[in-house]
Nanobody, 123 residues
């Protein structure tokens, strides 16, 4: 499956953006879609994930500010980002895979990756 991430841009501190991750085809029922981000000079880190059954997971740094959801008809997973902070500035990647629950926050557990979309939050 190929993934296309979009929706990044420049926003002011406290603003909002919605990222989209569209799959080239409907994925199997046993899947998870994760969002990761990588800031300059830093390692890629987990942001949020949507797992089969409607389960959602968030990193502590975005919990309460970001929300992940999906639209099955459009083969798309969204990441709604509110109350953005300058430290949220990064390239955001979506990924698809079938990680076990204990690995859902690990990048290596995902097999297919989108190309990344840049989010810049100005102070």
């Amino acid at each position: 499956v190929q993934l296309q991430a979009s929706g990044g841009g420049l926003v002011q501190d406290g603003g909002s953006l919605r990222l989209s991750c569209t799959a080239s085809r409907r994925t199997s029922s046993n899947y998870a879609i994760g969002w990761f981000r990588q800031a300059p000079g830093k390692e890629r880190e987990f942001v949020a994930a949507f797992r089969r059954g409607g389960y959602t997971y968030y990193s502590d740094s975005v919990k309460g500010r970001f929300s992940i959801s999906r639209d099955n008809d459009k083969n798309t997973v969204y990441l709604q980002m509110d109350s953005l902070k300058p430290e949220d500035t990064a390239v955001y990647y979506c990924a698809h895979g079938n990680p076990i629950l204990s690995s859902i926050t690990l990048a290596r557990a995902y097999t297919n990756w989108g190309q990344g979309t840049l989010v810049t939050v100005s102070s």
